[in-house]
Structures are given as structure tokens and as C-alpha cells.
């Protein structure tokens, strides 16, 4: 059982990182994903190694997606792949979750309408002109999207996505 968290250069490390170990915990092999299976560098020059390319994922595989925020997720959203695979994972119903600026990539993968949602306040337009409800909730849970405010709410987030399962 497998867990991807999607990465680009300058994901926040904290939003990584511990959802990366969390699922461990929890039982879940996780499964890096960026653009290219290479080295991303973090907000502060942390470097993470990607596992695989989204071309190279059998979402049969996948139990459930993270999104961790940071300006990765302004990246992540520019390859249709990336899209694509968050959206697979969400029409199968399995667990999302988008953290703080992952919202970008969860309304470009056109997730998020009709939906009860959070993320960091300033994506609050965004999501809003994509169809969502925003919440003020630091953590929203709508079916199997789990969102997050903040690396704050890291604990509640993880406890909510976990639950999913």
C-alpha cells in the first residue's frame, strides 16, 4: 500500500516531511512524485530525491495522494501529468490531501467545485473562483479530500487523512 506526496523545487519542508513519515507509521510505503525522478530542492535548499515521473505511476498501486504546499504547488500545476494524477486518484475515490498553497494544484486539476475545502487564506479567491467553499476550519474533510490551512496543522491534517483509510 502506497501513499504518493507530490514534490517540486521549493516545497516547504515541513509539509513534506512530515506527512512522509507519518504514512510510514501508519503502515504506507510513500511514493515521491515529481516531474522527473530527480533531486528538488526545498524553500530552504533541503533537497529531497523524487522517486518517479507521474508517467511511470500505476495508480492501482496508490492508496492515496498528498500534496504538500510551499511555491512547489505553482510549479507542480504547470504539468499536465501531475494533474492528471491527482485527478485519477480523486475520481477513485481515494484519499487526497492538499495542504496550504496545494490548492493550487487541486483546482487546476479541477478537484475542488461543489466542494467544502480550507487552504492557506490567500488561496481563498482562487479556490472560491473555482467553485469551492472555503472554509475558516483550520482542517476540512469533504469525503476523500482532506485540506489544510497551515504546517501548524500538520497533527489534525494527518489524523484526518489517516482516518480515510
Known amino acids: 500500500m502506497m501513499i504518493a506526496l507530490l514534490i517540486e523545487d521549493n516545497f516547504d519542508e515541513q509539509e513534506f516531511i512530515y506527512p512522509f513519515y507519518r504514512v510510514q507509521e501508519a503502515g504506507f510505503k510513500p511514493l515521491v512524485v515529481g516531474p522527473e ?53 480523486n475520481k477513485a475515490g481515494k484519499p487526497l490531501g492538499s495542504i496550504c498553497h496545494a490548492s493550487w494544484v487541486i483546482i487546476s486539476a479541477k478537484v475542488v467545485a461543489g466542494r467544502m475545502l480550507t487552504g492557506h487564506p490567500s488561496t481563498k479567491d482562487d479556490l472560491e473562483n473555482a467553485g469551492a467553499h472555503y472554509s475558516t476550519e483550520r482542517v476540512v474533510v469533504d469525503g476523500n479530500l482532506v485540506t489544510a490551512q497551515h504546517y501548524r496543522d500538520l497533527p489534525m491534517f494527518m489524523k484526518a487523512f489517516l482516518e480515510r483509510f
Open 37 to 89: 525522478a530527480k533531486t528538488y530542492k526545498g524553500k530552504t535548499g533541503f533537497g529531497w530525491q523524487a522517486d518517479v515521473a507521474p508517467v511511470d505511476v500505476d495508480t492501482e498501486q496508490l492508496s492515496g495522494l498528498i500534496v504538500p504546499g510551499g511555491y512547489a504547488p505553482d510549479r507542480v500545476r504547470r504539468y499536465p501529468e501531475m494533474l492528471e494524477l491527482v485527478s485519477t486518484i
